[in-house]
């Protein structure tokens, strides 16, 4: 398996990658590469065999004569295509996490709950070779999805990858690490372990789509003063439509997915003297 190669790889595409298929009208299908294989959609079938061997971005032919492109899937690709078991997060919001919480080659970083596992690959490729990435899950069939798409889309990362299925909120007693990513429904309670866990000066990034959600974690920040510098942010993505003359923002997008809330880990407090 060969699926660590990334879009715009030199090598040309092998039996067993996973390949992008893009329509004439843009819809997109992911496709596992099998040698003697056949990928079937309402525009006939295409042969694996006419895809293994060809360049990204070579046009195939289906059996009824309709053509498609062929890549290497992004991140974003992967993220909307891949099978979920909870809902994901989206590419603008993983690069903030990694942009804003500073997530560096060579880290040891904490998330919760790895649901789909699609963040997780984007935690992965920030820690690169040198760093570990410690997902949490609770629900054995999320953690199932997660183990499936990590390993479809970076093979084997078990040197630099733990799930554990586990609750977070107990599962970090003994573990030291520069960031934790919370994607899940009340990260206010994983806070005070957050804090234990963290190096001084580490972050904590939570996603949380809705406002009460926010308000009860800059309480939970604040109520420990072992929180600090707490902001919250929300990124808005808006694709345009440029066609001809045409050129203007697109009547629909995904206008919100959710709120992130950074906060850094302060020393402990210093005990008052008498
Ligand atoms: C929205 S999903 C995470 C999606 C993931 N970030 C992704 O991009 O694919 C939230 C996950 O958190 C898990 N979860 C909720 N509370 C948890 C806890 N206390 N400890 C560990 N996992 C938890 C849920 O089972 C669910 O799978």
Request: charged share 25%; with cysteine.
């Amino acid at each position: 398996m060969t699926q660590r190669r990334f879009a715009g790889h030199e090598a040309t595409l092998e039996d067993g990658e996973t390949v992008l298929l893009i329509d004439r009208k843009r819809r997109r299908y992911l496709v596992d590469l099998e040698a003697g294989g056949e990928f079937h959609y309402h525009g006939g079938a295409v042969a694996h065999d006419d895809i293994i061997g060809r360049s990204e971005g070579a046009l195939v032919r289906s059996a009824k004569n309709t053509q498609l492109r062929v890549f290497r899937p992004t991140a974003a690709d992967w993220t909307v295509k891949a099978p979920r078991g909870a809902q994901v997060v989206y590419p603008k919001d993983q690069a903030l996490i990694v942009g804003l919480t500073d997530i560096r080659p060579g880290m040891t970083v904490v998330e919760a709950g790895a649901g789909s596992g699609a963040l997780t690959c984007a935690l992965l490729d920030a820690v690169g070779s040198h760093g570990r990435v410690i997902s949490f899950e609770v629900r054995d069939d999320h953690a199932d999805v997660a183990e499936r798409n990590v390993a479809r889309r970076r093979g084997d990362v078990t040197d630099r990858w733990t799930l554990l299925r586990a609750d977070v909120t107990s599962g970090l007693a003994g573990i030291a690490c520069h960031r934790i990513v919370l994607d899940l429904l009340e990260p206010w309670e994983v806070a005070k372990a957050a804090a234990t866990a963290l190096y001084p000066g580490g972050l904590v990034c939570a996603y949380t789509p809705t406002v009460p959600q926010v308000m009860r974690l800059h309480d939970a920040f604040a109520e420990d003063e072992r929180w600090g510098d707490a902001e919250t942010v929300e990124a808005l993505l808006r694709p345009w439509n440029v066609a001809g003359l045409s050129v203007r923002p697109t009547h629909r997008m995904v206008a919100h997915t959710a709120f992130l809330t950074i906060a850094r880990r302060l020393p402990e407090p210093v005990p008052d003297s008498v």
